[in-house]
């Protein structure tokens, strides 16, 4: 295509951002939609989500649909046809354009027949407007969780609220994701046809490594960790760790023990083996919980108060906020008053079974440093 054909495509975007009362979205994303009705969304998959990049192909597409770039939209084939015509200029230029290469994929989408499982894939493209509000549809949800497990925000840098409601319960199987309604004669037409349905969960959420695979980390078991979780580059997460949505961590980190919803959990910190740190999904949600850089919570320890950098907790102690403490000069407090703090390690005496705060910093002796090049 000459330069000429580009120029073209530059002034229809610049155009329609000219618009009066436009606005480009936050974010978005082309999908790939699974439903099983003409309005029950079962998941949606974005192989590419947009945060405040890429904002003329949003332009184009909006105005393809007619509509403000906000909310959930199916694409028809015209639509599609339309955009590949429009951005083949840009494709053609020899650089990497996802999106407008993604457009030939779905096209292809539209020809295949309902599954045999009952369900139809469409292609759809998402716009978020404002990652600050809550989302509106379960497209919406799906986008921010992809957004969450590819690191384009961190954990709680994206409005999640009300997204249970928006989500179904789905059958989550070897085949995709099948809806619960119908699901025995959906199985036994399988079985009739010589075809075994195996089946992972039945949940709201699916398991992070069927739509996203983040770099430079390892998932000993795919099936603890939701997608929406956020994983820094050289997480390791073994067997019985469990990661889930809207949580995780920054960068190096064992994760043994469970990352609960809306957790963070800072970087070359050790969660350790059946380790649990309270989430924000039970008691109101309210409490936001983080540990900082350089951690360790023990073995089948736990916390319900945040942990700033160099802290350990003794394996096997559970420090709530309630928890009564000493400290080393003799007072006690409530630990959700050490919320946060750098440097603390917190034991039980092995005598009185009081529990204990030192403000000396321990040296639990660190990551495994060639455990966690995950390349």
Same mark, same amino acid.
């Given at each position: 295509m000459t330069s000429e054909a580009v120029e073209k495509f530059r002034a229809r975007v610049a155009a329609i951002q000219a618009r009066p009362g436009w606005r480009p979205p936050r974010a978005f994303g082309l999908g790939i939609a699974t439903r099983s009705t003409a309005t029950k969304t079962l998941d949606t998959y974005f192989p590419f989500p947009n945060l405040? =990049? $890429?904002v003329g192909f949003?332009?184009?597409m909006s105005d393809l649909l007619g509509v403000a770039p906000s909310g959930s939209h199916d694409l028809s084939p015209e639509v599609l046809d339309t955009a590949i015509e429009l951005t083949a200029p840009v494709v053609a230029d020899g650089g990497s354009h996802p999106n407008a290469e993604l457009l030939r994929t779905l096209r292809e989408v539209l020809d295949r027949p309902r599954s045999a499982t009952g369900t139809l894939s469409l292609p759809e493209i998402s716009f978020i407007s404002s990652i600050d509000e809550p989302p509106v549809d379960t497209s919406d949800v799906y986008l921010r969780l992809h957004l969450l497990s590819h690191r384009r925000v961190r954990p709680r840098g994206i409005n999640l609220d009300g997204q249970f409601a928006l989500l179904a319960n789905v059958v989550w199987t070897n085949l995709g994701p099948i809806d619960p309604d119908g699901f025995e004669e959906v199985r036994a037409r399988l079985r009739a046809a010589g075809e075994i349905v195996t089946v992972y969960s +039945?949940?709201?959420?699916p398991r992070m490594v069927d739509y996203v695979i983040p770099s430079g980390v390892r998932v000993a078991d795919a099936d603890r960790v939701r997608l929406g979780a956020h994983l820094g580059e050289g997480t390791t997460v073994m067997h019985e760790g469990f990661v889930n949505f809207n949580a995780g961590t920054l960068g190096n980190a064992m994760v043994e023990g469970r990352i609960s919803? %809306? /957790? /963070? /959990? %800072? =970087?070359?910190s050790d969660i350790g083996g059946g380790a649990s740190i309270m989430g924000t999904l039970s008691g109101g949600g309210n409490e936001v919980i983080s540990v900082g850089s350089h951690s360790l919570i023990g073995a089948n320890a736990g916390i319900g108060i945040s942990l700033g950098d160099r802290c350990t907790v003794e394996a096997g102690l559970y420090v709530t906020a309630g928890t009564r403490v000493t400290l080393s000069d003799g007072r006690i407090v409530k630990a959700a008053d050490l919320s946060g703090r750098d440097g603390l390690l917190y034991r039980r005496n092995?005598? *009185?079974g009081a529990v204990e705060v030192l403000t000396s910093e321990v040296d639990w002796g %660190? +990551? $495994? *440093?060639a455990l966690h090049s995950n390349d």
């Open positions: 405040d =990049e $890429n949003a332009a184009i +039945l949940d709201k959420f919803a %809306g /957790v /963070v /959990v %800072g =970087e070359d092995s005598q *009185t %660190g +990551l $495994n *440093t």
